[in-house]
């Protein structure tokens, strides 16, 4: 049984940045990744950013690669992601995720409930 805990949405200008967490439990699989996703004009989910919790070894979306990092608590299974120069067009409902990476895409088994961050003037 897994609860992801999100926060640190919020409202910001354009150029802002937030930094979202997520906390997973401790029983959570060595071998998972977790990652982020955003809800797309077309309402599916696409991919942000994603780490092992094994390695650390980390996954960028090309429309964020430069401005947003994702990291790890190296004794908690907590995944943060920086997010800078924010555009409105970063403007999305962002989901937590757990699940596996593999070949330049993650399957997910677990999502959190969603932070919402929008990004307006």
């Known amino acids: 049984q897994l609860q992801l805990v999100e926060s640190g949405g919020g409202l910001v200008q354009p150029g802002g940045s937030l930094r979202l967490s997520c906390a997973a439990p401790e029983s959570t699989l060595d071998y998972y990744h977790i990652g982020w996703f955003r809800q797309a004009p077309d309402n599916e989910r696409e991919g942000v950013a994603c780490?092992?919790?094994?390695?650390?070894?980390?996954h960028y979306g090309d429309s964020v690669k430069g401005r947003f990092t994702i990291s790890r608590d190296n004794y908690k299974k907590t995944v943060y992601l920086q997010m800078n120069s924010l555009k409105p067009e970063d403007t999305s409902v962002y989901y937590c995720a757990v699940g596996e990476y593999r070949d330049g895409s993650m399957r997910v088994d677990f999502w959190g409930q969603g932070t919402q961050v929008t990004v307006s003037s």
């Open positions: 780490i092992s919790l094994s390695d650390g070894s980390t």
